[in-house]
Nanobody, 123 residues
Framework: QVQLVESGGGLVQAGASLRLSCTDS????????MGWFRQAPGKERDFVAA????????NYADSVKGRFTISRDNAKDTLYLQMNNLKPEDTAVYYC????????????????WGRGTQVTVSS
């Protein structure tokens, strides 16, 4: 079974950068598409970004395009989310997820989830 662990969250000021990491300790996601989602207090969990298993295809939510970059290192079984020019509205718990497909699926089709890492952006 996939076990995903996120790290890299924290408290930063607006305009700062953070890089989130997600490690698959059981090494079962390297052939699967993976994604990042986030959930702000009182809101539903939203799609942020996704990447195919080879890393040659990516998708982003409109709200993060041009600021966030998703990438992966399959040799290290690690998914990344580079977040630049952070805004207070980016404050949320960020989750990584693994799909059952090698291509990027619909946001509702992710099968395995991490427990999340908190990102807080102050104004």
């Amino acid at each position: 079974q996939v076990q995903l662990v996120e790290s890299g969250g924290g408290l930063v000021q607006a305009g700062a950068s953070l890089r989130l990491s997600c490690t698959d300790s059981r090494r079962t996601s390297r052939n699967n598409a993976m994604g990042w989602f986030r959930q702000a207090p009182g809101k539903e969990r939203d799609f942020v970004a996704a990447i195919s298993w080879r890393g040659d295809s990516t998708n982003y939510a409109d709200s993060v395009k041009g600021r966030f970059t998703i990438s992966r290192d399959n040799a290290k079984d690690t998914l990344y989310l580079q977040m630049n020019n952070l805004k207070p509205e980016d404050t949320a718990v960020y989750y990584c997820a693994s799909a059952l497909t090698s291509y990027i699926p619909a946001p509702s089709s992710y099968r395995y989830w991490g427990r999340g890492t908190q990102v807080t952006v102050s104004s």
